[in-house]
């Protein structure tokens, strides 16, 4: 089972996952599903883990504007830039530098989801991956959730399922966005964490 849940609220935006990873020989661990390796960032991978922990190695690479991602990516080792500039590796990104900015971040991911699961790795593996990425650089005007997938990258306006769950989460979540437009982060976290703990008590998803 994997349900990762966003949603676009009234006060900015928030990501929601479960933590149960199931492997075809091994049995089931929990982990995080969501990660932040930059401030103002946060993404939840959908589908094979091996491909997301790719996607994570070269976030920092694809976060600077002049990056030019390869369509052979190898990811085995993560991506360098040339840049002349001393990349931060704190965690902690300057979006409103020069070498930092929201309009190519979006477009960078989306290059690097399509880079990946076109990949060697994705084609042994016969997986792919898909991932929500939530932004927000101060106040609510700037929150923005994205939906990336090989074939499609999307803007979020209200809410978004993604992994094996997602159909379920997405029609569990329709009836209080049509009753409730100005749902609140909190409010949501907390209606994606009684989801999940309810898929995951049920059994809905036994993936």
């Given at each position: 089972m994997t349900c990762i849940i966003g949603g676009k609220c009234v006060d900015g935006v928030v990501l929601v996952s479960d933590s149960k990873v199931t492997y075809e020989d091994h049995p089931p661990s929990y982990e995080p599903k969501l990660h932040s390796e930059f401030y103002h960032i946060v993404t939840g991978g959908a589908g094979s883990t091996d491909l997301y922990?790719?996607?994570?190695t070269n976030t920092l690479f694809a976060t600077q504007s002049a990056a030019i991602i390869p369509e052979d990516i190898r990811l085995e080792q993560p991506l360098v830039?040339?840049?002349?500039?001393?990349?931060?590796?704190?965690?902690?990104?300057?979006?409103?530098?020069?070498?930092?900015?929201?309009?190519?971040?979006q477009n960078n991911f989306g290059i690097l989801v399509e880079?990946?699961?076109?990949?060697?790795v994705a084609r042994d593996l016969s997986g792919s991956?898909?991932?929500?990425?939530?932004?927000?650089?101060?106040?609510?005007?700037?929150?923005?959730l994205t939906h990336i997938t090989q074939k499609a990258q999307s803007d979020v306006y209200d809410y978004r399922g993604i992994g094996s769950s997602g159909m379920y989460s997405n029609v569990?979540?329709?009836?209080?966005?049509?009753?409730?437009?100005?749902?609140?982060?909190?409010?949501?976290?907390?209606i994606g964490y009684f989801m999940i703990k309810l898929m995951t008590e049920h059994e809905i998803d036994q993936t």
């Open positions: 922990k790719g996607f994570r830039c040339e840049s002349k500039q001393p990349v931060q590796t704190s965690g902690i990104v300057h979006m409103y530098s020069s070498e930092y900015n929201l309009a190519s971040l880079a990946i699961n076109k990949s060697k991956l898909g991932i929500l990425v939530a932004t927000q650089i101060g106040d609510k005007r700037t929150a923005a569990f979540l329709k009836p209080f966005f049509d009753n409730e437009k100005n749902i609140t982060m909190n409010k949501f976290a907390k």
